[in-house]
């Protein structure tokens, strides 16, 4: 299998029909890059940046925060990088920012609704993201946005300070995509007025998961019902996706689902367009995607999507229809 993987490290992701995606890694810091290109992946889904923040012991400068992106966005010679701004909160501690106790940290303060309530924070991040831009082809996602004026207030301080960097003379890219992460249920039922408005989706199913099954991720009393299979969590992601291409727009999938075999049949059925995973996924997902048709995985899809009742039922049908995943 190694052998077979090793060939299609330079080539496009192709359903057996020629259908067309894209797959993407997942990073944490410019380090991972090296993993990104022996694995051959054809984008940055996600940049988690809150390892910039965490990885030191005071707020990042613009400038440092400069340097890191505009490495990535060279390394990836014009290829789309996907940058998150600062997931931090939840289970994710800065020692030089002072955030409240709280008794759902995953329930509280947290990412966007931080960077929105310190909007210097965010300010400083976009600033030094938009004067990277121009090395490559820079995309923007806000975490956890839960309703739309949250992404219309983020999304005009991002035109606030282009507008600022221009007006000083930085050159800056003009066609930088804005979107948002797809990992709250609020946000996933109402995708078709989001698409509107966003240049793009990516579903973060770790926290989608989790917040659509009230089930902590971290907790194994209840990961019983942590399932990526649940009909419902599939649901919410053909929604999310439909609505998106109604609109002209994408969607990619950045949580751990993106990188799983047994879900790659319904993904690729739903036309996800990019998937984005550990880097060491990549090669595997793409030999299998080469061996599914689209057109059959959209019927299975659907017909997942609409009758199967439990995960477990779910997972039956998928195994069923694709013997290529044993
Ligand atoms: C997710 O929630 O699926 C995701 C990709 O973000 P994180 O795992 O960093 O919360
Ligand atoms: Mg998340």
Not at 17 to 22: P, V
Not at 57 to 72: A, H, I, L, R, W
Not at 161 to 171: C, R, T
Not at 209 to 216: K, L, S
Request: with cysteine; aromatic share 8%.
């Amino acid at each position: 299998r190694k052998a077979e993987w090793e060939k299609l490290k330079d080539a496009e992701t192709l359903s057996k029909d020629g259908k067309k995606f894209e797959l993407a890694a997942n990073i944490g810091t410019p380090k991972d890059l090296t993993g990104v290109h022996d694995n051959g992946a054809e984008a940055i889904g996600l940049y988690r940046t809150e390892f910039l923040y965490m990885d030191s012991d005071e707020m990042p400068t613009e400038d440092e925060q400069f340097e890191s992106y505009k490495v990535v966005l060279e390394s990836m010679e014009g290829h789309p990088v996907v940058v998150r701004t600062m997931d931090i909160g939840g289970d994710k501690h800065l020692p030089y920012l002072e955030l409240p106790e709280e008794m759902n940290p995953f329930l509280g303060y947290r990412a966007i609704r931080i960077g929105l309530n310190q909007p210097e924070l965010l300010r400083v991040q976009l600033r030094a993201l938009l004067r990277a831009s121009v090395y490559g082809t820079l995309r923007i996602m806000f975490p956890m946005i839960s309703n739309l004026p949250e992404f219309r207030a983020a999304k005009a301080i991002f035109e606030e300070e282009k507008a600022k960097l221009v007006s000083e003379g930085v050159e800056v890219a003009d066609n930088i995509q804005v979107g948002i992460m797809i990992e709250i249920p609020a946000a996933a039922v109402l995708a078709d007025q989001f698409a509107k408005e966003v240049d793009f989706f990516s579903i973060g199913t770790n926290d989608l998961i989790q917040y659509t099954m009230a089930a902590d991720r971290m907790n194994e009393h209840v990961s019983y019902l942590y399932q990526p299979f649940n009909p419902s969590v599939l649901r919410l992601i053909k929604n999310v996706i439909d609505a998106s291409h109604k609109e002209g727009k994408w969607t990619g999938m950045c949580g751990e689902v993106a990188g799983e075999p047994m879900a790659a049949p319904l993904l690729v059925g739903m036309g996800l367009d990019e998937f984005s995973m550990s880097a060491s996924s990549v090669l595997k997902i793409r030999s299998l995607i080469s061996k599914l048709d689209s057109e059959k995985m959209a019927a299975l899809a659907d017909k997942v999507v609409n009758e199967a009742t439990t995960s477990d039922e779910a997972e039956e049908m998928i195994r069923e229809a694709v013997p290529e995943l044993a």
